[in-house]
């Protein structure tokens, strides 16, 4: 069973009240029952279920008492509200679990924690692809640059729609307006092209990386861009020439300029050929969903 914030706040409430017919010998304040305060009354894990224990352990990390205290604010929320899809190899649903857990290394390593994603590549009316340079506040790969918009469909009805990548799409055009600012009429859902899918792993730090399935979707659309800075640092549009110009200062580590690994894979292995797809108006006959591209 994931440690959903729901499960949190409920345990947390249990705990307050076991303490609180506990402790008749003493009178505790009503702060003592705030989820920090509890970490430190609370007995020993030996002395709780497996299910409180891991409870008692995620509000550790959650209150900042983890060698990861200093995570920005809005990046810690969404790394213990998100919920993520976990996904066999063959991206069958398997399960779910926080983001925070689905990025640990060790987990990654230990688990599997495959879990399933998408990469947004927009395109205007002149064929030039939309990049973003991802926030320095991102826990995994801050300030590279990588394609529009990377996240992930949540683990909630809408996104779980398997027909036609349909629950990725919403997730997508929900993640370009919280990430980019673009209105959702901007993009509408039915425009997102679902070309592929790839399974990659990526370590970011040591402590952080990536294991996803990730969902390859391209759109052409003009639209208005209003970066929120807590996901992105920059953007900028690039036609051909200038991404290659962009690799180039990649691969020789000008400026400390780096790339997201999906995009490099995506690079390296499609978006030059599909580009042409761009171009012709060709994208749904370039699309190919029935194989799962294992680059890892």
């Not at 970490?39 to 409180?52: A, E, G, K």
């Not at 949540?154 to 600012?181: F, M, P, W």
């Not at 970011?204 to 970066?227: A, M």
Request: negative net charge; aromatic residues 8%; hydrophobic residues 40%.
């Amino acid at each position: 069973m994931s440690v959903t914030p729901h499960l949190l706040k409920t345990t947390a409430t249990r705990l307050s009240c076991s303490l609180a017919l506990t402790s008749k010998s003493r009178r505790l304040s009503s702060s003592a029952f705030a989820p920090r305060t509890l970490l430190r009354l609370w007995p020993s894990s030996n002395s709780v279920s497996p299910l409180t224990a891991r409870v008692l352990s995620t509000l550790n990390v959650a209150m900042g008492d983890a060698p990861d205290a200093g995570m920005d604010a809005v990046q810690r929320r969404l790394m213990f509200e998100d919920e993520c899809i976990l996904v066999d190899e063959n991206d069958s649903v398997v399960g779910h679990d926080t983001k925070y857990n689905c990025h640990l290394w060790e987990k990654i390593e230990s688990g599997n924690m495959l879990h399933r994603a998408f990469s947004v590549f927009l395109f205007n009316s002149k064929y030039e692809l939309l990049l973003q340079q991802r926030s320095g506040t991102k826990v995994t790969f801050p300030l590279v640059w990588t394609n529009t918009c990377c996240s992930h469909p949540l683990y909630r009805e809408s996104e779980l729609i398997e027909e036609n990548a349909l629950g990725v799409r919403n997730a997508a055009q929900r993640k370009l307006l919280d990430e980019l600012g673009i209105p959702a009429e901007d993009v509408p859902v039915d425009q997102f092209i679902p070309l592929g899918r790839m399974l990659y792993k990526a370590p970011s730090d040591g402590k952080w990386g990536e294991h996803e399935l990730d969902y390859l979707l391209f759109i052409v659309r003009d639209v208005n861009v209003n970066p929120n800075p807590d996901e992105a640092a920059d953007v900028k549009y690039v036609n051909r020439d200038e991404l290659k110009e962009l690799l180039r200062k990649a691969d020789a580590g000008e400026g400390g300029l780096k790339l997201s690994p999906w995009f490099r894979l995506v690079v390296d292995n499609f978006l030059f050929k599909w580009w042409d797809n761009v171009e012709k108006g060709t994208l749904k006959e370039a699309a190919d969903m029935k194989t799962i591209h294992k680059l890892t």
